[in-house]
Structure formats: structure tokens, C-alpha cells
């Protein structure tokens, strides 16, 4: 079983970049489809981003695409999500999560297929 920890979080202005970090433990991470979710108040959880085991096949949702960048080491144990270009509506706590599959190359942003959490990592864009 995995243990995933997110940290990165903060304030930052619109326009600027976070890298948010997720790193694993208890378990061999490439055995994990590894996704990135964010809920802001009152809003319902969203996949943000997802990355396969092997880290060939990549997905994110129509609003981050070209700004936000997910990447894995998993000799490092250790996925990643660098955001860029950051504005008020990407104010969010940000959450990655994963599933173990035997199979390489898909990824998935629905939330309820995901079965680990991390504890979340706010991440505030204001000026």
C-alpha cells in the first residue's frame, strides 16, 4: 500500500509558476498510475492530470493544457506537477492520488477510480 505526500504548495501572483511535489512511500511507485486532482471551496473535486506507470502516456483537463506539465521519477519515487503561467481560478488545494494497475500506458482523471490520497497542498494565485 502507498503512502503519498504533496508538498510545493503556496501564494503565488497570477503569472507565476509552482512546482508541486508528490513523493511515495511504502510501495514501488511504478507500479502506479499516478493522478493530480484540485478542489476549490464549494466546487467538486477535478482531474487536473494524470501520468501512466511508465510515464509515456499523459493527460490533463482543457484548462491547464500548455500551461501546466506532469512528470514522474520513479527511481526517485517522486511525480511531479510544474504550473505555469498560474491564475485566480487555478486556487485550489491540490491533491495527487493513485492506482495500481498491472498495465502500462493510460492514465485516468476521474477521481473515483483512485484508491490512495495525499493530504493536499494549498495553492493560492492572487495578487
Known amino acids: 500500500q502507498v503512502q503519498l505526500v504533496e508538498s510545493g504548495g503556496g501564494l503565488v501572483q497570477p503569472g507565476g509558476s509552482l512546482r508541486l511535489s508528490c513523493a511515495a512511500s511504502g510501495s514501488t511507485l511504478d507500479y502506479y498510475i499516478i493522478g493530480w486532482f484540485r478542489q476549490a471551496p464549494g466546487k467538486e473535486r477535478e482531474g487536473v492530470s494524470c501520468?501512466?506507470?511508465?510515464?509515456?502516456?499523459?493527460n490533463y483537463v482543457d484548462s491547464v493544457k500548455g500551461r501546466f506539465t506532469i512528470s514522474r521519477d520513479n527511481a526517485k519515487n517522486m511525480v511531479y506537477l510544474q504550473m505555469n503561467s498560474l491564475e485566480p481560478g487555478d486556487t485550489a488545494i491540490y491533491y495527487c492520488a493513485g492506482l495500481r494497475r498491472l498495465i502500462d500506458g493510460y492514465c485516468l482523471l476521474s477521481a473515483s477510480q483512485y484508491d490512495y490520497w495525499g493530504q493536499g497542498a494549498q495553492v493560492t494565485v492572487s495578487s
Open positions: 501520468i501512466s506507470r511508465g510515464g509515456g502516456t499523459l
